[in-house]
């Protein structure tokens, strides 16, 4: 699968942003698909999951903040990300895999390009 992520940009700190992840080539609902984040000079942080029957996982970083969604007519999935904060400053991953998904990056299969969200304050 071939994931295409999108949405990023330039926000003030208590701005939205969202999102996107489009899949190619196979349908998203083979698929695990979570969102990741990786700051610069740090490890790739996991965001948001869709896990078994599609149950929604935060990390605790972004829950009540961050929302994971989908629409599976568009093969789309979503990171709607709200009250930013200048510490969310990081490229955004979106990734894919047949297996779940846990917070260990290394073992995702298929990622997005990378969507570059800048939060100024």
């Known amino acids: 699968v071939q994931l295409q992520a999108y949405g990023g940009g330039l926000v003030q700190a208590g701005g939205s942003l969202r999102l996107s992840c489009a899949a190619s080539g196979r349908t998203f609902a083979n698929y695990f698909v979570g969102w990741f984040r990786q700051a610069p000079g740090k490890e790739r942080e996991f965001l948001a999951r869709f896990g078994y029957s599609d149950y929604t996982t935060y990390a605790d970083s972004v829950k009540g903040r961050f929302t994971i969604s989908r629409d599976s007519a568009k093969n789309t999935v979503y990171l709607q990300m709200n009250s930013l904060k200048p510490e969310d400053t990081a490229v955004y991953y979106c990734?894919?895999?047949?297996?779940?998904?846990?917070?260990?990056?290394?073992?995702?299969?298929?990622w997005g390009q990378g969507t570059k969200v800048t939060v100024s304050s």
């Open positions: 990734a894919a895999d047949t297996a779940y998904i846990d917070s260990n990056y290394r073992q995702v299969k298929y």
